[in-house]
């Protein structure tokens, strides 16, 4: 790399009005996601899960127990087959009642009790925040993240220099790559980690390194602007939900029936609160992201190596479990990214 490139790693003045240090990251992330942070806390630290699934386990549990009563009596397949809707039924309809019942009783019958909880997870919340900041390349490496080789050094370090002069930037996240799984970009609080799989499909022509540098650029904009302390602010607000809906997610994929069938009984409500009600709040802020991201990297002049990537490889930031892919599908739909990225036709 030579003297004038930007460092990789490190601080510097904030650039072009985009935040660089860490504390300035926090702040914007605060402006920008607080919604989302502050509904995966009550999601997560109010206990609303476990009274979902208390109250919907016992409405399907009362089905059941009058499904088997009527079988055992002799009652005609008819009945037999009219008690398995109603049971069907009854869990879908106990699931909206619970969730209502259980935010009621939580805001109107144990106000002081419901303060202190969300209270402790946000302080919590915080100190995870702190904490995993400076542990954040050994959390990775746990996730299969290893450092860059001296050949990917050579053809992706380059671009990323390029995309840092492209956003006036001075400074860059340090590089990790992930060998597995199909994530192709995702800023995080100090690193940009780069998928392996990225790589391989974009192949290495001109029109290649023209597409991953537009897809570069746009990982380090979300890491400039903050994205990835953001992410990471919204993970510790809402970690016990975020552990419970990974694990039903790697549990659901799982070969053996039986495992992935027990998995989705115990953490179903994880889901029902993450797909339903968190994903929905954080949709119109990650929306909003994206299209600045694209513009930025539309705006360096790469908007036709964005598009082309785009077109090729899907979404780019699916991440790297279950939380990170449930986030991602927040994002705006990929034909409306790239109709913003075309020239808008005249007359």
């Known amino acids: 790399m030579s003297a004038s490139a930007p460092p990789v790693g490190g601080r510097a003045p904030a650039p072009a009005g985009l935040p660089v240090t860490p504390s300035d990251r926090l702040a914007r992330a605060l402006l920008q996601r607080g919604g989302t942070a502050a509904c995966a806390l009550l999601c997560a630290w109010s206990g609303v899960w476990l009274a979902v699934w208390l109250l919907v386990v016992s409405s399907v549990l009362g089905g059941l127990l009058g499904l088997l009563g009527t079988a055992f009596t002799g009652g005609s397949a008819g009945s037999l087959g009219q008690g398995v809707v109603g049971v069907a039924w009854g869990a879908v309809s106990a699931s909206a009642q619970a969730l209502g019942a259980a935010l009621r009783t939580l805001v109107l019958g144990q106000p002081l009790q419901l303060l202190a909880s969300l209270g402790g997870g946000l302080v919590l919340s915080l100190a995870l925040l702190a904490a995993s900041a400076p542990l954040e390349a050994r959390l990775l490496s746990l996730r299969g993240c290893r450092r860059m080789s001296r050949r990917e050094a050579a053809r992706v370090l380059p671009l990323l220099c390029a995309a840092a002069r492209d956003l006036e930037l001075s400074t860059l996240p340090r590089v990790l790559v992930a060998d597995t799984g199909s994530l192709r970009v995702r800023a995080h609080v100090g690193h940009l980690v780069i998928g392996r799989a990225l790589l391989d499909e974009i192949g290495d022509?001109?029109?290649?390194?023209?597409?991953?540098?537009?897809?570069?650029?746009?990982?380090?904009?979300?890491?400039?602007?903050?994205?990835?302390?953001?992410?990471?602010?919204?993970?510790?607000?809402?970690?016990?939900?975020?552990?419970?809906?990974?694990?039903?997610?790697?549990?659901?994929?799982?070969?053996?029936?039986?495992i992935a069938v027990a998995g989705w009984v115990v953490l179903w409500p994880a889901w029902l609160l993450v797909r339903l009600v968190l994903g929905p709040v954080a949709a119109r802020g990650a929306r909003r992201r994206e299209y600045a991201a694209d513009a930025a990297v539309?705006?360096?002049?790469?908007?036709?190596?964005?598009?082309?990537?785009?077109?090729?490889?899907?979404?780019l930031e699916s991440g790297l479990g279950g939380w990170d892919r449930a986030l991602a599908a927040a994002h705006p739909p990929l034909e409306l990214r790239l109709e913003a990225l075309e020239p808008v036709p005249e007359g």
């Not at 790469?302 to 490889?313: D, I, M, T, V």
């Open 205 to 258: 022509d001109g029109l290649a390194a023209e597409a991953l540098g537009a897809v570069l650029c746009h990982g380090v904009w979300h890491w400039a602007a903050g994205d990835g302390v953001a992410d990471r602010f919204v993970l510790c607000c809402g970690l016990p939900l975020a552990a419970l809906y990974s694990g039903g997610c790697w549990l659901a994929e799982q070969r053996n029936a039986l």
């Open 298 to 315: 539309a705006a360096c002049g790469r908007g036709a190596g964005l598009h082309r990537a785009l077109s090729f490889l899907g979404e």
